[in-house]
């Protein structure tokens, strides 16, 4: 079993800067990728930004530029730096990873972390 643990998400104010960490912990072989997707109230889910071990990036193109995803592979651990928020990145925010525990890979996600961003 494989368990994606979120943190660094809470209230900031427009303009300012959130760093959430989700590390994975559990039977890990290995992780080919992690990532980050969003949901916001009475919306769908959405891609923000993955990241391959090898270290390959890629974001929806909302988030280019204000968004940056990174990974630790001894930590196995993926970070999302947010800067310049702005109101309508209020969401939960989701890690995902594609892990291999024995023969095969299997997706996992984590429990979420809120993210509100409000004057």
């Known amino acids: 079993q494989v368990q994606l643990v979120e943190s660094g998400g809470g209230w900031v104010q427009p303009g300012g800067s959130l760093r959430l960490s989700c590390q994975a912990s559990g039977t890990i072989v290995s992780i080919n990728a992690m990532g980050w997707y969003r949901q916001a109230p009475g919306k769908q889910r959405e891609l923000v930004a993955t990241?391959?071990?090898?270290?390959?990036?890629n974001y929806a193109d909302s988030f280019q530029g204000r968004f940056t995803i990174s990974g630790d592979n001894a930590k196995n651990t993926v970070y999302l730096q947010m800067n310049s928020l702005k109101p309508e990145d209020t969401a939960v925010y989701y890690c995902t990873a594609d892990v291999i525990t024995g023969p095969y890979e299997y997706n996992y996600w984590g429990q979420g972390t809120q993210v509100t961003v409000s004057s």
């Open positions: 990241v391959t071990s090898g270290g390959s990036t």
